[in-house]
């Protein structure tokens, strides 16, 4: 009889310890937020949220015409207040867990973001989706183009911007987290990419859309907004977005273009770029130093060049580090001169190098910023030619 009472005893004190799902919904209880876009009109914010439709997306193929997304739009003083008020349309509650993209408009970009970003106290959001910025459209208009590739488009948008950073060194992609983080840290300030909408049209949000072979409604990514805090102050064109990426080491794959020196041009595939930014301060001043090396192939001569050469590829190597050193000191001049904007992080290398003489500048480090001498050095090395020594064109000429 002892045993029996312990034994019941002990499964009592098991059942305590286990968990159990006290606060469950079920699926067909929930808006699975996509996607979530932010304008403003009048002094409040109109947010649109991307729901999947799962009924459209579980249909077989040829079963439905439906599209896979729904997008809904609400108006609020703060963003949950307009989350709420879309239970008057859909009978679900948006779900936020799933989030893959948040769209700002440029307006409210340039107003501040500092209200908007509260937005991650809410335990649903994770923070691990992109933020960008609407340019020349609406964030609704954005969230609304249906594309081919990918049935819902807000995964098109996160796969999109994670296809190009990792291929095209002028797009970076930037989490929700990391933006915070930068924002209301002294050293470094935010960058963020902007999406524009190429051949606008009134069947953009249609499944129709997807049935065209040119001509169609795209979303499509432009190069970063600088930010000054929690607001946006500018853009970078599309040289100076790479040289940023060159410089904070974001650049895994891309493609370069460098003058042939007996005319025309050849095309070098970035294999590797290491980049590093240091701070030091000369007699109480501080320098900033930038070093970086890239390994390059060569993807395309049009041109008439001897790669066996050795003295060519030197050549080459100059002329392309020349060419990469512009472009970086561009990037360089537009954060120091025009934006006076910290993107590049010289201040926390300079916290860094030595914090007792960075804490008597902190205070004044915005001042000071734009002054702050720079020194580049990069170093190219050519390693491949690819399967072809010489290009075409040598044949041709043999020919002639």
Not at 79 to 88: D, G, I, K, Q, Y
Not at 160 to 171: D, G, I, V
């Amino acid at each position: 009889m002892k045993r029996m009472a312990g034994a019941f005893l002990a499964l009592m004190m098991i059942a305590l310890l286990l968990t159990s799902c006290w606060n469950r919904r079920e699926l067909d209880t929930l808006g699975i937020a996509l996607g979530i876009g932010i304008d403003k009109q009048d002094g409040e914010y109109i947010v649109s949220a991307q729901l999947a439709n799962v009924s459209a997306i579980a249909a077989k193929k040829g079963g439905s015409t439906a599209a896979p997304v729904l997008v809904v739009q609400e108006k609020g003083r703060i963003l949950l207040e307009a989350f709420r008020h879309m239970t008057v349309q859909i009978p679900r509650k948006v779900y936020l867990s799933h989030m893959r993209i948040l769209v700002i408009s440029e307006e409210v970009a340039r107003e501040g973001m500092k209200y908007l970003l509260d937005l991650s106290r809410d335990h649903e959001i994770r923070g691990d989706f992109y933020v960008v910025i609407a340019r020349n459209t609406s964030a609704q208009h954005v969230l609304e183009v249906i594309t081919p590739f990918e049935r819902m488009s807000a995964n098109k948008l996160y796969m999109a911007l994670e296809q190009s950073e990792k291929n095209w060194a002028p797009t970076r992609g930037v989490l929700l987290n990391d933006f915070l983080q930068q924002s209301f840290l002294v050293g470094k300030e935010p960058v963020l990419p902007g999406v524009t909408i190429e051949n606008p049209g009134q069947s953009a949000n249609k499944v129709e859309n997807t049935q065209r072979t040119s001509d169609l409604t795209i979303t499509k990514f432009s190069t970063l907004g600088v930010f000054r805090q929690d607001k946006l102050i500018g853009w970078l064109n599309e040289e100076e977005s790479k040289g940023y990426n060159y410089i904070t080491g974001n650049v895994s794959s891309t493609i370069g273009i460098t003058p042939c020196p007996g005319g025309g041009i050849i095309g070098l595939e970035v294999k590797r770029a290491d980049s590093s930014v240091t701070g030091q301060f000369r007699n109480g001043k501080p320098e900033i130093r930038i070093n970086i090396t890239v390994d390059v192939n060569v993807a395309e001569a049009a041109c008439n060049i001897d790669l066996v050469k050795p003295e060519v590829i030197a050549r080459v190597e100059r002329d392309t580090e020349k060419n990469f050193s512009d472009l970086l000191r561009a990037s360089v001049y537009k954060a120091q001169r025009v934006f006076r904007s910290d993107i590049f992080g010289f201040g926390k290398a300079l916290h860094k190098a030595d914090f007792t003489e960075w804490k008597k500048i902190k205070s004044k480090w915005n001042a000071i910023y734009p002054d702050v001498p720079v020194h580049i050095t990069t170093h190219v090395n050519l390693n491949e030619t690819g399967t072809q020594l010489n290009s075409y064109l040598k044949f041709y000429e043999k020919a002639d």
